[in-house]
Every structure is written in structure tokens, then in C-alpha cells.
């Protein structure tokens, strides 16, 4: 009992400690870590074997950690997801240094002649299938650069274009397991593959796509009608946007190369550990000579958030605390099977909306697995449950997921001002919209 209340505590004033955003994220959950191997593992259970659950270090030594498509021990680090989110960012910073993603958005907004309901259209979409494969703070912080840009040549408002690709990136993300963090917790944790997630959750994002984007329409219905007055033979060429052609032509293909071993990995066998080390390695040897500049451009801050959240969420994990809330939510669901997924996505999407949704997926996982087991639910089905609920319900305000608060904050820096209410007014309808069409979808495909 003590070990648990331990667990609680430091899993709440971690919570507590990131919602305050006083002090970067990675020092509250390294800091949580610390405190969950020296009091619950060390003072109260007194376990080794706990400690070496929660670092979860043996995997590196096993084959199957790197080639063997098998699930991923998930009581402790979940090095798999790290290790490929850190490959990720190297590519990322591979193409955003030849210019490659400012070349896609003036390259498509030519396409479209510059029209604004087109460009509307054309880059909402662009956000969701471009967060499909890369993580969706690093879509949003180049398209919204881009969208200002464009705004500022065209001379119209951008804010309604930047609230539909901030949305359309967390939903784009909800329909691959490499899309968004959540995901990617989810798909190594319980070994689905990349088409597990396109056939399930994908199926769900493409039919929400197409409701917010005419949500998004609706609502912005006078602003898209008026007319831009400025001669677009002036706009620049989207071959200005590279910095690098041969760096460019090979970053292309390196995307491609990981598109391709993403999409078939469940069939080679190659699991997202080793696609993330090869992927980056690719990106190295590609551009030696900016291998350092790549390197100390990533995101450390928060793949050290990740290790320090893995070990808190290992404490709730290994003192039973999260069985206990499966068996109460089980109880209060009285095992019927749609609602318990009801349930699930609803909270998770709710939730969500206020706190990270990292965190939130990360301690729900271990929650749904005893409920399956317990209730003799299909893991499947809550797992697409969680997924929507997590990636959905973080659009609905601007504190829900990274990419929103990197969006709004973009644009501030740009002089536009996007205020709580006029987020809200525009994403929680959106959100409700999405949850609701998820809720029908997992409901009809995995329980009737």
C-alpha cells in the first residue's frame, strides 16, 4: 500500500509540475524518475528487479529488439519508441536543411494557382498526410512559417488556415502508428504494425478529415470568398526554396526509403528500433558535413522527457495502481464491451484536451491491457479506442498537444494573435465532430 501511494504521488505532482510549464518538461519527469526508483522501487518494494523492470535495459541484448517483429516488454522504458523518434528528427533536420518542406508548400500552392479556398483545402490536407509520417510539431512549425509567408504575399488572413492545419496534423497523426507519439507508445508496446494502425485508426481519420475540412469551410465560408487583389507573377518559384539540389535529391529519397521499410515492416521483420537507427544513419552519410549541425539540432529536451516518463508511469504500473483502475472502470462498465470503448475514447479525448497526450497514453496503456485481460475485451479494439481518443482530443485547445502550442506560438512571433476563445470556437466543435465519427467507427467495425 505504501509502494502505491508513493507511486501516485509522484505520478500527480508530476502532472501537477507540467501543467504549471514553471520548469522544462524533461527536468519534472527525470526528476519524478529519480524519485520512483529511490522511494517506491528502493524505500518501499525494496526490488532490484523493479529497478531493472523500469529501465528495461535487456532488450538491446536480443535480436528480436532489432529484427524479430514482436512486441516490445512495456513495464519500464519503451526504448523502441525513443530510438525511432530520435531517428525521425535526424531526417527531419536533414530535409528542413535543403529546403525541402518550403519547397512542398510553395510548390503546391502554385499548383493551385494561389487561390485561397484552394490553398484552404490544399494545405489542411497537406498537414494531415504529411503528420502521417513526420512527427506533427516539426509539420506544424514549417507549414504555419509558410502559411504566414504566403498570407503576407497574398494579403489575407491566416489564422483560420493555421486552426484547420493544426487540427488536421494531430488527426493525420491518429492514422499511422509513426504519426504521433501516442502511436508509436502504443504500436511498440503491443507489436501492430503500420498497416494495423492504416486499416484502423486510418479509416477513422480520413472519414473525420472530410467532415472538419467541411467544418472548416463552413465556418470560414465569408472569409475564403474574398477575393485577393495581388499579382501573383511576382510570387517567388518553389525551386528558390532549395538550399541544397543534390542534398535535396537525397533527402527525397531517404523519405522514400523510409516511407517504404515503415509501410512494409511487419513483413521484412525490421522493427522501428532498427528503421530509426538506419534512417539516421542514412541522413549522416548523406551530408557528412553537417552531421554535427544535425545532431545538436534535435530535440533532446524531449526524448529525455520520454525516458523520465516511462519510469514514472513503470512505478503505477509495477505497484498494481493501474490494474486497480482497470478493474474499477471494468466494474463500472459492468463488461459490456462498447461501452468500456466508449468510455475509453471519451476520456482519453477529453483528457487529452488538457493535458499532454504523451503522458496520458503512456499510463493508459498498461490500463486497457488489464482490461482486456480482465473483461475479456479485444486489446485491438480499446487500443484503436485509446489512439483516437489521445490524438483527436488534443486539438480541442491550445494547451491539448505540442503541435498547437508550437503553432500558436509561431504565429504570435508573426503578429497574429490566436486567443483561447477564438481556438476553441473553431477546434472543440471539430474535436466533438471527430470523436463522435471515431466512437461510431470502432463501435461498428470491432464490436457489432
Known amino acids: ?42 524505500l518501499c518494494m525494496r526490488s532490484p528487479e523493479a529497478i531493472m523492470n523500469a529501465l528495461n535495459l535487456r532488450p538491446f541484448a536480443h535480436t528480436s529488439f532489432w529484427i524479430t517483429h514482436e512486441a516490445e516488454e512495456s513495464s519500464g522504458i519503451n526504448w523502441a519508441t525513443i530510438i525511432f523518434i530520435a531517428g525521425m528528427m535526424v531526417m527531419v533536420e536533414g530535409m528542413a536543411r535543403v529546403g525541402f518542406f518550403r519547397w512542398l508548400c510553395m510548390k503546391i500552392a502554385r499548383m493551385v494557382h494561389y487561390k485561397k479556398t484552394a490553398l484552404f ?38 489564422v483560420p488556415m493555421i486552426l484547420s492545419e493544426i487540427f488536421c496534423a494531430n488527426l493525420g497523426g491518429s492514422a499511422t502508428m509513426c504519426g504521433d507519439p501516442p502511436n508509436i507508445i502504443i504500436g511498440t508496446s503491443l507489436g501492430y504494425s503500420f498497416f494495423d494502425f492504416l486499416e484502423n485508426t486510418g479509416v477513422a481519420a480520413g472519414l473525420g478529415l472530410i467532415a472538419v475540412i467541411i467544418w472548416f469551410y463552413l465556418t470560414n465560408l465569408k472569409t475564403l470568398k474574398e477575393p485577393l487583389n495581388v499579382d501573383i507573377s511576382k510570387m517567388p518559384t518553389p525551386e ?61 529536451e524531449t526524448l529525455l522527457f520520454f525516458v523520465g516518463l516511462f519510469v514514472v508511469v513503470s512505478g503505477l504500473e509495477q505497484t498494481g495502481v493501474l490494474t486497480a483502475i482497470a478493474n474499477i472502470i471494468g466494474t463500472i462498465c459492468q463488461g459490456n464491451p462498447v461501452l468500456i470503448a466508449t468510455v475509453i475514447i471519451w476520456i482519453s479525448g477529453v483528457a487529452s484536451a488538457f493535458v499532454d497526450n504523451i503522458p496520458f497514453a503512456a499510463t493508459m496503456l498498461p490500463v486497457i491491457k488489464a482490461l482486456s485481460a480482465s473483461q475479456g475485451v479485444a486489446l485491438p479494439s480499446l487500443a484503436w479506442s485509446l489512439s483516437l481518443g489521445c490524438d483527436i482530443g488534443g486539438s480541442a485547445t491550445p494547451i491539448g498537444a505540442s503541435a498547437n502550442v508550437v503553432g500558436i506560438s509561431t504565429a504570435e512571433k508573426s503578429g497574429h494573435h490566436i486567443s483561447w476563445g477564438r481556438y476553441c ?22 464490436m457489432l
Request: proline share 2%; charged share 10%; aromatic share 10%.
Open 1 to 42: 500500500m505504501l509502494a502505491q501511494i508513493a507511486a501516485v504521488s509522484i505520478f500527480l505532482l508530476m502532472f501537477v509540475l507540467i501543467l504549471t510549464e514553471k520548469f522544462p518538461r524533461h527536468y519534472i519527469t527525470l526528476g519524478c524518475a529519480a524519485l520512483t526508483i529511490l522511494l517506491v522501487f528502493g
Open 240 to 300: 528558390s526554396a532549395i538550399l541544397d539540389k543534390k542534398g535535396f535529391i537525397r533527402s527525397s529519397v531517404i523519405f522514400g526509403i523510409a516511407v517504404t521499410l515503415l509501410i512494409t515492416h511487419a513483413y521484412t521483420g525490421l522493427t522501428v528500433a532498427f528503421i530509426g537507427v538506419f534512417i539516421a544513419a542514412l541522413t549522416i552519410l548523406a551530408a557528412p558535413k553537417h552531421a554535427k549541425e544535425m545532431l545538436s539540432n534535435l530535440d533532446y
Open 121 to 158: 483545402i490544399a494545405f489542411t490536407i497537406m498537414s494531415a498526410c504529411l503528420a502521417m509520417f513526420i512527427d506533427s510539431i516539426t509539420v506544424i512549425l514549417f507549414l504555419v512559417a509558410v502559411t504566414i509567408e504566403l498570407a503576407t504575399l497574398l494579403e489575407f488572413n491566416p
Open 425 to 446: 470556437k473553431e477546434n472543440v466543435p471539430a474535436t466533438i465532430i471527430v470523436l463522435i465519427i471515431a466512437n461510431i467507427y470502432v463501435v461498428f467495425a470491432h
